[in-house]
């Protein structure tokens, strides 16, 4: 039995204060295809000979992955075809922050062929000071705020939908005079 390319729609959202960086692969697969509303930015294998280049201009390019650089609440909806799982790799672009960490969401094929709504939300995480202690109140000066960004992912019937292998993103912001 061969498995058809299922055409998912998923709708990016970043309501975060910071612009997030999403890369999306889908591993070993011929038939990855995106169609965006807005912008992005698309890695693709060359055609090799006259007939790949033929399919090129019926099927459109196959794709390694795309990247979005999503601004902060803006919207971005793609349609990917595939026939694998997707990974998903997010990052926050910060202005004075270190210590990135990327966040990893893997779309498994069991949801291929829906309409997802993935929304980056933002979390301030531990505030430190100059030796990596933890800030206690009135006591030391706070230099440093963890980040994180999380994801929350809704079915087209507003369902939550929970993945297991997914690991939100983090950095740590140097907030120096501005506390």
């Known amino acids: 039995m061969s498995v058809l390319i299922n055409s998912t729609t998923i709708t990016l959202t970043n309501r975060t204060k910071h612009l997030v960086e999403i890369e999306c692969e889908a591993d070993q697969d011929e038939s990855f295809h995106v169609k965006s509303t807005k912008d992005v930015i698309k890695e693709r294998e060359q055609s090799q000979n006259i007939i790949q280049s033929f399919f090129e201009l019926v099927y459109g390019s196959k794709l390694k ?89 809704r079915d087209s019937l507003n369902e939550k939908v929970f993945v297991d292998a997914y690991n939100p993103a983090f950095c740590v912001l140097s907030v120096g005079n501005e506390v």
């Open 65 to 153: 992955r795309v990247i979005l650089n999503l601004q902060p609440d803006m919207s971005n909806t793609l349609i990917v075809n595939s026939k694998s799982e997707l990974e998903f790799n997010f990052e926050a672009k910060v202005k004075n922050s270190n210590e990135h960490l990327s966040g990893y969401l893997p779309i498994s094929t069991e949801y291929q062929g829906e309409t997802l709504h993935v929304t980056f939300l933002e979390k301030k995480g531990i505030w430190k000071d100059d030796k990596g202690n933890v800030v206690i109140v009135g006591k030391t000066r706070p230099v440093k705020q963890e980040i994180i960004i999380n994801v929350e992912i």
